[in-house]
């Protein structure tokens, strides 16, 4: 890769950093004032129809238009530091696109906008009953409670741990950076393994406390990565 088309794709690291930063801000910002998820099926159907983008917004429509910018953003990170204890880099970066992937092939909440429509347009109970059987299937299969999700969702915080202690050992990131990456990924790890153990609430406070950390380390990370395109 020339020099001009590396700093090119660190600058798109960088600029895809900022914007997961940008989204883990909305969310911290909206979520306390919007609320999340509705428990029930039918509440689900009621926000759609009453506040629809609202209702994309808690049915995590964010999530899903995010999570599609850490292919490039770990591809500019597994750039930098290829050549730091190689192969390695490339067998996390492979585990955190397979941990991405998982996450984006389960499907999400949103069909459930169209149900909302046909939910209110129906005329019969009968006919109200079977959309709102259809949309609890949609529901208990969506991107926080199927297998697959969760798998991706571990998978990715695993190769996010791996990275992030090459990271130590990087010059463009260096050891204190790689440091706070194993820390907030190793958290956020411990958070879903405490969500699949139904510990609620420590689930709770480990993704409050990674929830914060994320924000100084994608913003770092967004720094080393603009520094390294410009030096490019």
């Not at 909302?116 to 926080?144: F, P, V």
């Amino acid at each position: 890769m020339s020099k001009t088309s590396e700093g090119k794709l660190f600058q798109t690291g960088a600029v895809g950093l900022a914007a997961i930063l940008l989204y883990a801000i909305a969310t911290m910002i909206l979520l306390p004032i919007l609320g999340a998820q509705p428990e029930t099926a039918e509440d689900c159907l009621e926000m759609l129809h009453t506040h629809r983008i609202v209702g994309l917004i808690r049915l995590d429509l964010l999530t899903v238009l995010i999570m599609p910018v850490f292919y490039p953003v770990y591809f500019a990170v597994y750039h930098a530091m290829r050549e730091v204890a190689a192969p390695f880099p490339l067998f996390w970066l492979l585990l955190l696109f397979a941990g991405v992937t998982l996450f984006l092939a389960t499907p999400s909440a949103l069909p459930l906008s169209s149900l909302s429509d046909q939910y209110y347009a129906a005329e019969t109970e009968q006919a109200r009953a079977g959309i709102a059987a259809a949309a609890k299937a949609i529901l208990s299969s969506d991107m926080w409670h199927m297998t697959g999700a969760v798998t991706g969702s571990l998978l990715t915080q695993i190769a996010g741990i791996g990275l992030s202690v090459l990271m130590m050992r990087s010059p463009v990131f260096g050891k204190r950076l790689g440091l706070l990456g194993v820390i907030t990924h190793s958290l956020d790890l411990a958070h879903f393994i405490a969500y699949i153990l139904a510990m609620e609430t420590l689930s709770t406070v480990l993704i409050g406390i990674a929830g914060v950390l994320y924000l100084p380390l994608y913003g770092w990370m967004a720094v080393r990565l603009r520094r390294a395109g410009e030096a490019a």
